[in-house]
T-cell receptor, first 114, second 108 residues
């Protein structure tokens, strides 16, 4: 248990489905992140939230929609995904949004789009 | 943004051999972080280096930050099968930018 919990661990969805990924951190951190990890690609930053406000959006397609209702919870809403969106989606948190803080990652959601 | 390049991409070693991965930048880094991801797992924070020429040790792992703060290395002495995984360097931007990682295989 890392202190960052992601659900579900595995998800298979069709291209017309709508689903949501959930992330919860129990560390009292103020910043939360969504990363995408595909085979043979480096970790790609998707979204950043600091104190519940989105501070960065890395040109992510609109079929991915983040939500941060409070500093402990982060969601990634998915709709009309493509097969190339299949990947490991990792949530992370850090004490604050600034240099010098290590990130704590969740176990990830393995997403397969069929 | 600032990019960090890691080499090698893959490394296969016999158990008991040493292993080193390198992280390089064309510009000065204010800090560098290292992470380990086991197969099927998630990245786990190992350490952060901040000072020029800094050397830190964690058991068999030795982390170094170059004098010019443009490169860093992770050295594992006498590898064990538990060292298998991908080692990433990251930094120094906010948010973190990760290198592509070095995947270590250890042959027993």
């Amino acid at each position: 248990e890392t202190g960052v919990t992601q659900t579900p661990r595995h998800l298979v969805m069709g291209m017309t489905n709508k689903k949501s990924l959930k992330c919860e951190q129990h560390l009292g951190h103020n910043a939360m992140y969504w990363y995408k990890q595909s085979a043979k690609k480096p970790l790609e930053l998707m979204f950043v939230y600091s104190l519940e406000e989105r501070v960065e959006n890395n040109s992510v397609p609109s079929r991915f929609s983040p939500e941060c209702p409070n500093s402990s919870h982060l969601f990634l809403h998915l709709h009309t995904l493509q097969p190339e969106d299949s990947a490991l989606y990792l949530c992370a948190s850090s004490q604050d949004f600034g240099r010098g803080y290590g990130y704590t990652f969740g176990s990830g959601t393995r997403l397969t789009v069929v | 943004g600032q990019q960090v390049m890691q080499i090698p991409q893959y490394q296969h070693v016999q158990e008991g051999e040493d292993f080193t991965t390198y992280c390089n930048s064309s510009t000065t880094l204010s800090n560098i972080q290292w992470y380990k991801q086991r197969p099927g797992g998630h990245p786990v924070f190992l350490i952060q280096l901040v000072k020029s020429g800094e050397v830190k040790k964690q058991k068999r792992l030795t982390f170094q930050f170059g004098e010019a703060k443009k490169n860093s290395s992770l050295h594992i002495t006498a590898t064990q099968t538990t060292d298998v995984g991908t080692y990433f360097c990251a930094g120094p931007n906010t948010p973190l930018v990760f290198g592509k990682g070095t995947r270590l295989s250890v042959i027993a």
